[in-house]
């Protein structure tokens, strides 16, 4: 029983013992320090001082004489026109219409149906002139005179006998077209019966 752990001992020491030797022949690795190229070095440039000039003096400012003040412009002149002037106008025709006792204006007033004044049909009165362009008319004949015109829906007319006043009568229609229609028809019948426009 003891000879068996000595033995054993032995084997282990047989055993390790070339993986020793093995491990004290290898040499050892020792790290040897491997110089580097010395490193490029790159040129700085240096400033350079320029040189300054000197700034050139300032021209000296000379005196300006105040500005001269503008000529006044010269005084408006008065010219003569080439044309002669206008000398008034009458309406010959109106002046020998008042001497005669039927002075009439230019343009004879058409009142609106609520302005009418009724009257006597034979007090003296001038017959109608001119009329303005429109629906209206001015007629007469020999003896008569005829006054018609339309203002809105409603047709006017005065008539009667020259020197005299005469009848005044207003018609209302439901809109200005019927008023014209018969307006119309009205100055047709009128120059059946001989009357004439006045001009």
């Known amino acids: 029983m003891g000879k068996t752990p000595s033995r054993s001992r032995k084997k282990l020491r047989s055993t390790t013992a070339p993986y020793v030797a093995k491990q004290a022949a290898e040499p050892a690795i020792v790290p040897v320090p491997v110089p580097l190229p010395p490193a490029a070095t790159i040129p700085v440039p240096v400033p350079v001082p320029v040189p300054v000039p000197d700034p050139l003096p300032a ?31 009458f309406d010959l025709r109106a002046i020998a219409r008042t001497a005669l006792g039927f002075a009439e204006a230019a343009l004879t007033v058409l009142p609106a149906p609520s302005d009418i004044v009724a009257g006597d049909p034979a007090e003296p009165a001038p017959p109608p002139g001119i009329v303005p362009p429109g629906d209206s008319r001015s007629m007469r004949t020999p003896e008569q005179f005829a006054l018609i015109y339309r203002h809105g829906a409603s047709l006017v007319s005065r008539r009667g006998m020259i020197g005299q006043r005469g009848v005044w009568r207003v018609v209302d229609y439901p809109g200005p077209t019927q008023a014209a229609t018969a307006y119309a028809a009205e100055c047709s019948r009128l120059r059946a019966q001989g009357f004439v426009d006045v001009d």
């Not at 500005?67 to 206008?86: D, H, I, K, R, V």
């Open 59 to 89: 021209p000296p400012v000379l005196a300006q004489p105040p500005p001269a003040p503008a000529p006044s412009p010269p005084p408006p002149t008065l010219q003569e026109s080439p044309f002669p002037p206008m000398l008034p106008t």
